[in-house]
């Protein structure tokens, strides 16, 4: 389907969603149309409102560290407004930062240039940004599950379908059948969503897999959207980046790959991302970024020049700690009967299967109202997710420690129940 047909499609299931809950006279009560009503709740947010007013919940519900930003960032950042950054800049970004991000990729991936870097108001703006660019109402998207629920929502207000290939659990962890997301990659679909390392899961996608997936998407024309926001949170082969596309593909195909500084640089409250796509759609990514935010802060993005230039070590760092965390918290939890977990390749949450789980959300709830522990249930992320629950180690081990008690006392009082 062409993007003008998908706009009409669009404004047609705009009416009779108009129509649908108001009725003809627009007499019943105002709501929104029907694709946005339909869209999923956050779960996450359901427990943690279930741990309001519980004196010293532990949340590990989040996907973020407990440090702050570290001090050359925020003092570049203070020092930018100082300066008077308070402007509006150019849509795809200021040119210092386009250029330094595109050193940084370079270097981690192979010649990119300034003209193949847009910067966003972080990455799940550049989700949606990469999505509007080539997603309209009816078109087939494929995404693999179980996955941050945003991707997999961020289509369907676009009105497109969403048909997931699930990765499955068992010895090695969480992995993939190649061949089942080979076959749903359809000539009819539009887009592919891929989250390598993965939320929530860890998993990463292995280069020979990126290879077979891209070569398809090839074949059948489907945009492929790379969210590699956690590339640099990877445990592989003493490797500091996890495998990318976009260390296979041209920069003249139909290949977006999402990024942000959140998690390298621990900047989530920032709001700075960025996106490498080919310069041909710069020109209307730019329009794009004009009708959601028109720019990214100023202050903001000359503070990201600092985390590109001055970072590395401390990106290093960040990694070191957390891989050591990840190992800390798999072998306390391989301690308790009833938690069955693996160490992942990536990303900063274990994904687990938890005794008593398979309704995880009514479970999590119980968790933090009866012990304070704060985990984010399996299903938020997808029906696939039942049964396990997720949980953030981007913290010191005192606290990791003192949720694994939590956790063990939880399960033992239920079992003597
Ligand atoms: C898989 C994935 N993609 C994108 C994001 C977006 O992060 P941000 O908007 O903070 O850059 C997140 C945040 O947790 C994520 O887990």
């Known amino acids: 389907m062409s993007e003008s047909e998908g706009a009409v499609i669009s404004e047609l299931g705009t009416l009779a969603g108009r129509a649908s809950t108001e009725g003809a006279s627009g007499a019943r009560s105002p709501s929104a149309r029907d694709a946005v009503r339909a869209l999923r709740p956050s779960q996450i947010r359901e427990v943690a409102n279930a741990g309001f007013g519980v004196p010293d919940v532990l949340p590990f519900w989040f996907g973020e560290s407990d440090q702050v930003t570290p001090q050359f960032i925020r003092d570049a950042a203070s020092q930018a407004l100082a300066d008077g950054a308070t402007f509006y800049t150019h849509n795809l970004g200021i040119a210092p930062l386009r250029e330094a991000l595109a050193g940084y990729v370079s270097r981690?991936?192979?010649?990119?240039?300034?003209?193949?870097?847009?910067?966003?108001?972080?990455?799940?703006?550049?989700?949606?940004?990469?999505?509007?660019?080539v997603v309209g109402a009816g078109d087939r998207v494929v995404a693999?599950?179980?996955?941050?629920?945003?991707?997999?929502?961020?289509?369907?207000?676009?009105?497109?379908?969403?048909?997931?290939?699930?990765?499955?659990?068992?010895?090695?962890?969480?992995?993939?059948?190649?061949?089942?997301?080979?076959?749903?990659?359809?000539?009819?679909?539009?887009?592919?969503?891929?989250?390598?390392?993965?939320?929530?899961?860890?998993?990463?996608?292995?280069?020979e897999q990126q290879q077979a997936v891209?070569?398809?998407?090839?074949?059948?024309?489907?945009?492929?959207?790379?969210?590699?926001?956690?590339?640099?949170?990877?445990y592989g082969d003493d490797a500091t980046v996890a495998p990318s596309f976009l260390d296979l593909a041209t920069r003249n195909e139909r290949v977006i790959a999402v990024n942000s500084f959140s998690k390298a640089w621990l900047m989530t409250g920032w709001r700075l991302g960025?996106?490498?796509?080919?310069?041909?759609?710069?020109?209307?990514?730019?329009?794009?970024?004009?009708?959601?935010?028109?720019?990214?802060?100023?202050?903001?993005?000359?503070?990201?020049?600092?985390?590109?230039?001055?970072?590395?070590?401390?990106?290093?760092?960040?990694?070191?700690?957390?891989?050591?965390?990840?190992?800390?918290?798999?072998?306390?939890l391989q301690g308790i009967p009833g938690v069955d977990v693996r160490a992942p390749l990536g990303s900063m949450y274990l994904f687990f299967k938890l005794q008593g789980a398979d309704r995880s959300l009514e479970l999590c709830k119980t968790l933090v109202r009866e012990s304070g522990l704060g985990l984010a249930p399996g299903s938020a992320f997808g029906p696939e997710g039942e049964g396990y629950v997720r949980w953030c180690y981007a913290c010191d081990t005192g606290r990791l420690d003192a949720g694994v008690a939590r956790l063990r006392q939880f399960l033992e009082t239920r079992a003597g129940l």
């Open 108 to 133: 981690l991936h192979g010649d990119t240039r300034p003209a193949e870097i847009a910067v966003t108001s972080a990455g799940v703006n550049a989700l949606m940004l990469a999505a509007q660019l």
């Open 144 to 207: 693999v599950t179980p996955l941050w629920p945003n991707l997999v929502e961020i289509p369907k207000i676009l009105g497109a379908t969403v048909e997931t290939v699930s990765l499955t659990y068992g010895e090695d962890g969480w992995v993939l059948d190649l061949d089942r997301l080979l076959a749903a990659l359809t000539p009819g679909t539009r887009m592919l969503m891929i989250n390598s390392p993965n939320n929530p899961t860890g998993w990463v996608m292995t280069r």
């Open 214 to 234: 891209l070569d398809r998407c090839r074949q059948n024309g489907i945009w492929l959207i790379a969210d590699e926001v956690y590339e640099r949170l990877y």
């Open 274 to 332: 960025w996106i490498v796509a080919p310069e041909g759609v710069m020109e209307d990514l730019g329009k794009l970024v004009e009708y959601n935010t028109s720019c990214a802060p100023s202050f903001v993005q000359l503070a990201g020049i600092a985390a590109v230039r001055d970072g590395e070590q401390f990106t290093q760092s960040v990694v070191a700690g957390l891989r050591a965390s990840r190992d800390y918290l798999v072998t306390a």
